[in-house]
Nanobody, 118 residues
Framework: VQLQASGGGVVPAGGSLRLSCAAS????????MAWFRQAPGKEREFVAA????????YYADSPKGRFTISRDNAKNMVYLQMNRLKPEDTAVYYC????????????WGQGTLVTVSS
């Protein structure tokens, strides 16, 4: 599966953004998917994951209650709705085919930059 994240931008603290991840490849609808992020000078970290059917999701502690992961298998898309954004959410966001908290081996496309201004 090949992935392309988009939808990033500059938003004031307290604002919202929706990120999109476009996937190509026959295996997308059978793949769990996750969002990760990497802030400047920090390690990449897990944000949220969704099962192949969309029936199961889970989140890292920081975005829990503020972010929502979803998918549309008919469109080969995964989304991350981000509400009540904080400056510490500033990072490059990536999508990847996994249901785990660890970044899967391989190259999974360019991320999208989210900047939250205080």
């Amino acid at each position: 599966v090949q992935l392309q994240a988009s939808g990033g931008g500059v938003v004031p603290a307290g604002g919202s953004l929706r990120l999109s991840c476009a996937a190509s490849g026959r295996t997308f609808s059978s793949s769990a998917m996750a969002w990760f992020r990497q802030a400047p000078g920090k390690e990449r970290e897990f944000v949220a994951a969704i099962s192949w059917s969309g029936g199961s999701t889970y989140y890292a502690d920081s975005p829990k209650g503020r972010f929502t992961i979803s998918r549309d298998n008919a469109k080969n898309m995964v989304y991350l709705q981000m509400n009540r954004l904080k400056p510490e959410d500033t990072a490059v966001y990536y999508c990847a085919p996994t249901f785990g908290r660890s970044w899967p081996e391989g190259s999974w496309g360019q991320g999208t930059l989210v900047t939250v201004s205080s």
